[in-house]
């Protein structure tokens, strides 16, 4: 069922499955962010697996498990998604054959090689519980990179919802792809 949220267009789901992209609106009242964006454009690298200790009540425990993992795409240049993608479609093990060890792979690389240092400015944690009426799309492969490049469709925003340009978000995030990395002692 082919679905709208602004400008993007794709399939209305209510799964999130690794290594696809996935569009949504998204609403939080986190304190330690200093931005975000409202209508992310995530690359998912799967769920994030629930804690081994023991939680304090049934609430927290479906709480945990509805938290997942990606790339929002749109923290980037818009030049640079596209490089990032391509440069992620020649890992092995394939994203398009085994989502689920690309993503277990990637996750890791990711951390540990400087060139996915991009990858990195765009990583982050969603709570399903913060998506607003739980409107999911899926784009389609063949739509990726023009989805990508498509402009205006990300709205970065302050926690009081204060508009928070993209081209600043840009910026930063070239900033924090510098950055050396700190080694541990």
Known sequence: MATKIGELEGTRITRIYSSKFYFFKYITHAPGNDYYNIFPLVFSLGRVPKEKKRLKSDMESKASANIFRGLDFHYLPPDMRILLLDEMKKISPSLFRSPIQFAKYFQDIMWKVRKWRPARVCYRHYKMSNVRGRKIIRIERP??????????????VTSTFTKFSSERVWKLSLIEMRKPRRRRA
Do not use: A, G, H, Y
């Open 143 to 156: 739509d990726w990179d023009r989805v990508l490049v498509q402009p205006k469709v990300e709205n970065f």
